[in-house]
């Protein structure tokens, strides 16, 4: 029996280093028993409470040794122990700036971050 | 159980930490360490081509297969061979790597031939390619943030606009007989953007973030009825000559039905329009979108014969539609204050606020057949209706090659 060349509408990414970034990490960052957490805040109500309540379980676990928090269009970093979140706008469906998450990068080995609400 | 709608308890978040840290944030930390070649898995690049057996079940087998690789939106496709597809293509002169957008939330690569396989899986005939390539093209402009309609809880989808002699060429209804049978060119089009949105841009079936999905989308795509108008079109409106073909997408909830069978005066008829949209629930009230009506041939005859132009159908809704702060249920109120805490705490209540912040922010487009219903269909924040120039856009991607 004959076969049918089908074309496919799958997915081609644009950017393949930044859509392998997604799914990919520098396992050296993760070699130590401890890590700097990052929070990315989405902005939306429930988001940051249970990102600082998961912050503060990996904290007394001893696993994060430092956590940065950051709103995603914030220009500015804050700690998680107290310096106020900036919010410009509600932006939670629009993505972080990308100076923002080069920042984040460099300054935390693992990241948490919210999906809706 | 929360005390406050969109506000989880304290200690439910606490419990749900609690899970996360004890299962969850174990399970990634053993997939990156147990990796050497760093990190969990790489996602394998999908195939751009399939071969399959040509036996009398190809349909049934085929849409199978796209709906397990995330490829297709759940109903029967059309086969899309890599001989129809080409044949689409070949209508306007593309050879099918042309880029029309690159979209969100994961970067995928809108190409015409991508865009072309959507169309034949969708049921499109050639006639209809440029209009989905012109949708496409418009949901990933700026304007749109299709970012935020992709992967917002917000139940939004794009709602496309077709005006110009393509939308007739493409059997495009406009409006009456479009349900309950179904109309075929405005089904297979807004099918065919659907596709692209989730198999091209990369959604996987679990990762829709909709409150709701999307109710209605295969009905999201309609031609003014531009015949029965008694007022310019709306591309005429954006400057654009009545003989260009022009699509408009708009970032869109689902359509609301606005019955007024009554009115002796344009007045009375655009307060019940305004009286419709002017409630708690227009999220436009909190944060400002645009609200599209589809004027039905006879509200807009009436308004016509009245002397009611577009223009003052807008200043007429951009002063009427407004929300008294005493009809907000009290403790919705209580959270607007919170949430705008300098504008609207410490105010009478008799302060109105308006639906939108610009009159310009209303859409007026005739729309559908006979009977006293107009339609309204709410926006999105932040984001806007684009328009396109559908032979503009063709023959420009065609040049770039």
Redesign the interface.
């Known amino acids: ?15 393949p280093a ?3 970034s ?6 050296s960052r ?2 130590e028993a401890t890590f700097r957490l990052g929070v990315l805040d989405n902005t939306k ?2 988001a940051l ?2 990102m600082e ?2 912050a ?3 904290s007394a ?1 001893g ?1 994060a040794r430092n956590t940065v928090t950051a709103a995603k269009t914030s220009p500015k970093f804050t700690n998680a122990a107290g310096v106020e979140v900036v919010r410009e706008a ?1 932006p ?4 972080a700036a990308p100076a923002l998450l080069d920042r984040l990068a460099k300054e935390t080995d ?1 990241l948490i971050t919210g ?3 | 159980m929360t005390d406050e709608i ?3 308890h ?1 200690d439910e ?2 419990d ?3 899970q ?2 004890a299962e969850q ?1 174990p399970a990634i ?1 053993d997939s ?2 147990r ?9 394998p ?11 009398a079940d ?1 349909a049934v087998k ?1 849409s199978d297969i ?1 709906v397990d ?1 995330d ?1 297709s939106d759940g109903m029967p496709i059309v ?5 129809r ?1 080409d044949a689409m293509l070949k209508a306007f002169g593309l050879k099918g790597d042309e880029l029309l957008a ?1 979209l ?6 809108a ?1 015409a ?2 865009v072309a ?2 169309a034949v ?1 969708a049921g499109c005939d050639a006639v209809h390619f440029p209009i989905v390539a012109a949708a496409v093209h418009a949901i990933a402009q700026r304007n749109f ?1 299709l ?3 992709q ?4 139940p939004l989808y794009p709602f496309i606009l077709v005006n110009g002699p393509i939308g007739k060429k493409a059997g495009l209804s406009n409006g009456h007989d479009l349900t309950p049978r179904g109309w075929k060119a405005n089904l297979v089009i807004a099918r065919a953007l659907r ?2 949105c989730i ?4 959604i996987k079936a679990l990762q829709a ?1 909709h409150t709701h999905g999307y109710v209605g989308y295969h009905d999201s795509c309609i031609r003014e009825n531009e015949e029965d108008s008694p007022w310019e079109a709306f591309h005429v409106e954006k400057g654009y000559p009545k003989e260009a073909n022009v699509v408009t997408a708009f970032p869109a909830e689902p359509p609301h039905v606005i019955d007024d069978r009554g009115s002796t005066t344009p007045q009375s008829l655009l307060s019940t329009f305004a009286m419709t949209v002017a409630s708690p629930g227009n999220r436009s009230i909190w ?1 400002n979108s645009e609200q599209v009506f589809l004027v039905c041939p006879e509200h807009a005859r009436y308004l016509a014969s009245q002397n009611f132009s577009k223009g003052d159908i807008k200043e007429f809704l951009y002063h009427v539609a407004r929300v008294p702060l005493h009809q907000f249920p009290k403790h919705n109120l209580a959270s607007l204050a919170k949430w705008r805490q300098k504008i609207f705490s410490n105010v009478s209540e008799h302060v109105t606020l308006p639906v939108v912040r610009s009159m310009e922010d209303f859409e007026v487009v005739v729309h559908g057949g006979v009977g006293p219903h107009s339609m309204w269909l709410a926006g999105c ?2 984001s806007r209706g684009v328009t396109v120039d559908v032979d503009k856009l063709i023959h420009d991607v065609s040049r770039k090659r």
């Open positions: 029996m004959s076969k049918l060349r089908i074309a496919t509408p799958a997915f081609v990414p644009d950017n930044l859509a392998a997604f799914s990919s990490a520098d396992p993760l070699k109500p429930n409470p249970l309540k998961i503060e379980e990996l676990k696993l509600n939670a469906g629009v993505a693992f999906l809706g609400n | 969109g506000h989880a304290p978040l606490a749900i930490a609690k996360v840290v944030i930390l990156y360490r990796n050497p070649a760093g990190g969990a898995e790489i996602e690049a999908q195939p751009e081509e399939i071969a399959i057996e040509a036996d190809i085929l796209f690789r490829w086969p899309p061979t890599v001989e597809v690159v969100p939330p994961r970067g995928g690569r190409t031939k991508k396989v959507c899986m943030q970012y935020m309609v992967t917002t809880a917000h596709l692209v198999s091209t841009a990369g973030s944060a924040p932040v």
